[in-house]
C-alpha cells in the first residue's frame, strides 16, 4: 500500500499563492504517476494536475494552467502543487493521489488517496 498525507492548505485572499506538498510512504516504489484533485462544496471532486514519479510528463487542468505547478522531489518522496494567483473559485478540498499503472487524468484509475487538505480563497 502507499499512504499518502496532505499539507499547506490555509486561508489565502484572492491573487496570493499557497504551495501544498503530499509526502508519500510505504510502497512508493510502485508508483507511476502522483495527481492533485480538488472537491469544491456541492461539486464533483475534479482533476487539477498530474506529473510522472519521475517528472518526465506533466499536465493541467485548463482551470489552472498557467497559475498551478505540479513537481516532485523523490529524495523526499513529496509532490508539491504551487498555487499562484489564486481565485475565489480554487476553493476546495485538495486531494493527492498515487496510480500503478499509467500517466492519467482520469480520478477512478488512481489506487491510493490521501485525506485532503482545505484551500480557501477569499475575495
Known amino acids: 500500500q502507499v499512504q499518502l498525507v496532505e499539507s499547506g492548505g490555509g486561508l489565502v485572499q484572492a491573487g496570493d499563492s499557497l504551495r501544498l506538498s503530499c509526502a508519500a510512504s510505504?510502497?512508493?516504489?510502485?508508483?507511476?504517476?502522483m495527481g492533485w484533485f480538488r472537491q469544491a462544496p456541492g461539486k464533483e471532486r475534479e482533476f487539477v494536475a498530474a506529473?510522472?514519479?519521475?517528472?518526465?510528463?506533466?499536465n493541467y487542468a485548463d482551470s489552472v494552467k498557467g497559475r498551478f505547478t505540479i513537481s516532485r522531489d523523490n529524495s523526499q518522496n513529496t509532490v508539491y502543487l504551487q498555487m499562484n494567483s489564486l481565485k475565489p473559485e480554487d476553493t476546495a478540498i485538495y486531494y493527492c493521489?498515487?496510480?500503478?499503472?499509467?500517466?492519467?487524468?482520469?480520478?477512478?484509475?488512481?489506487?491510493?488517496w490521501g485525506q485532503g487538505t482545505q484551500v480557501t480563497v477569499s475575495s
Open positions: 506529473i510522472t514519479w519521475n517528472g518526465a510528463r506533466t
Open positions: 493521489a498515487s496510480d500503478s499503472r499509467r500517466f492519467t487524468t482520469r480520478l477512478s484509475e488512481y489506487d491510493y
Open positions: 510505504g510502497r512508493t516504489w510502485s508508483i507511476l504517476t
